[in-house]
């Protein structure tokens, strides 16, 4: 197998590295179009760009779950009073009557339990793209590989060059920089392209000055200052960390305004991640005790949401500029978006939202062999009834729930000749199986 004909940092993860593929090709054009309309060579207006274009072209997806968040909201206080009702019960009678009276709060809002994970499920793997395509811009943007072509073939040229760059990435710790070697042992082309974008303009300058590569110390030079203007933002070179610069004014008597602003993106990072935290719909909470377990979830979240923007200030600090950048403009474009959002959700009627979910779940329904407005209706009676006081005078309490189960008998007994496949009919492979086991 020739390596040279795949880009070695590539991800090999199926679906993530064919929707980073595309991403790419997206990132590429749009380098392209800023240097032929503009003759801008920036990566880092690249990035912010990329960024807007990815996170609109989201936006459905973002109101769909924000609807859900929305609903759910709404619906929070109603479940936790189902769960503190049966609190401290465990018997299957009391868990089969909540997980009914559960459902019934879903179905009254025309929701799924599940809506927001469908939502999760098709933007992760657009958002683990994105990432890759930031982190690995030379792998994917085929103009910015293309500025290291010339360096790469004289590297190459040179006999011994991959123990050369090897005890170059250990003499200055590139713990980021891997050569991958082909089946000869030597480093391949789009290893030493990784490497060639790692370094930062000190390290570009010490590469021309070696000995071994005199012979086109001025081809270096060139692509070293090509290199600089293309990674250059707001004085920061964004294949560089942010700690780098702070590090230099405290060593080495840097440049304190350099130190400044790379201190400023690990603070951006965390106050626009703060930010669009903020403008997300939080899900209502009522007191409950310690034990509650809605409780400890509500804190839970609680303390996530405080603890991952501070996680994302601290990766800054080590990470390249680059995906500091990202970080700060995918948060700001998701800021926007959601207050948006947030506008166009406050504008509609809940009820409307309620009855567009409603006819949605009872299109659904019929499709799978279920009778829809029965069920619907059903569902809004049993909602309206959560909050009833359970009695149990003499042997009432048997008799209702016998009544309970002769309905559910009744259901399944209507439901027999659902179709194939359909939520129903494996409801009654379900209870048939319960009925076997019952008997031996």
């Known amino acids: 197998m020739n390596l040279e004909l795949f880009l070695a940092t590539k991800t090999g993860t199926p679906i993530i590295g064919q929707i980073a593929s595309v991403m790419g090709w997206i990132m590429d054009g749009i380098y392209k179009m800023l240097d032929g309309l503009f003759g801008i060579q920036n990566i880092g207006l690249c990035i912010i760009i990329f960024s807007i274009l990815i996170f609109a072209f989201m936006t459905p997806l973002q109101i769909k779950q924000q609807k859900f968040s929305k609903l759910s909201a709404i619906m929070q206080p109603e479940i ?3 769960q503190k009702k049966y609190q401290g019960k465990k018997d299957q009678d009391s868990m089969m009557k909540m997980n009914e009276e559960t459902q019934a709060v879903y179905q009254k809002y025309g929701v799924s339990p599940t809506g927001s994970c469908v939502q ?3 933007q992760m793997p657009i958002l683990f793209a994105l990432y890759q ?3 690995r811009i030379p792998a994917y943007v085929g103009s910015v590989k293309n500025i290291f072509t010339g360096v790469v073939d004289n590297l190459l040229a040179v006999n011994g060059y991959t ?4 005890q170059f990435i250990t003499d200055h710790s590139m713990t980021r920089v891997r050569l991958v070697m082909d089946s000869a042992g030597n480093a391949t082309s789009n290893s030493i392209v990784d490497f060639l974008y790692a370094l930062s303009p000190s390290q ?3 590469l021309a000055q070696m000995n071994q590569f005199s012979g086109f110390s001025d081809a270096i030079t060139k692509a070293s200052g090509n290199i600089s203007k293309m990674q250059g933002f707001c004085g920061l070179n964004i294949a560089d960390q942010p700690l780098y610069y702070i590090m230099e004014f405290f060593k080495n008597h840097g440049s304190l305004l350099l130190a400044i602003v790379a201190l400023l993106i690990p603070v951006l990072a965390w106050a626009t ?3 669009n935290l903020k403008l997300m719909p939080q899900a209502a909470t009522q007191p409950a005790d310690g034990n509650d377990q809605a409780s400890a979830m509500a804190n839970s979240m609680k303390t996530m949401n405080m603890v991952m923007p501070l996680m994302s200030a601290f990766f800054c600090f080590t990470f390249p500029v680059g995906l500091g950048i990202y970080w700060i403009a995918s948060a700001v474009v998701r800021s926007v978006q959601q207050w948006f959002i947030n506008r166009h959700l406050d504008k509609m009627d809940i009820n409307d939202l309620v009855n567009e979910n409603m006819k949605k779940m009872e299109k659904q329904r019929t499709k799978e062999g279920l009778p829809p407005q029965k069920i619907t209706n059903q569902a809004h009676q049993s909602a309206k009834n959560i909050n009833k006081p359970v009695i149990n005078k003499g042997n009432s309490g048997n008799n209702g729930a016998s009544d309970r189960a002769q309905k559910v ?6 439901a ?8 129903t009919a494996k409801a009654n492979l379900v209870r048939d199986f319960d009925e076997r086991n019952k008997k031996k």
């Not at 123990?163 to 090897?166: H, S």
């Not at 008998?409 to 209507?414: L, Q, R, S």
């Not at 027999?416 to 939520?423: D, T």
């Open 80 to 82: 936790q009073k189902i």
């Open 120 to 122: 999760l499920a098709i």
């Open 133 to 135: 395509v930031i982190y």
């Open 163 to 166: 123990d050369i760059l090897q």
């Open 204 to 206: 570009w300058k010490e």
């Open 273 to 275: 991640q703060m930010l």
């Open 409 to 414: 008998d009744t259901a399944y007994e209507k």
């Open 416 to 423: 027999r000749n659902a179709k194939p496949g359909s939520i």
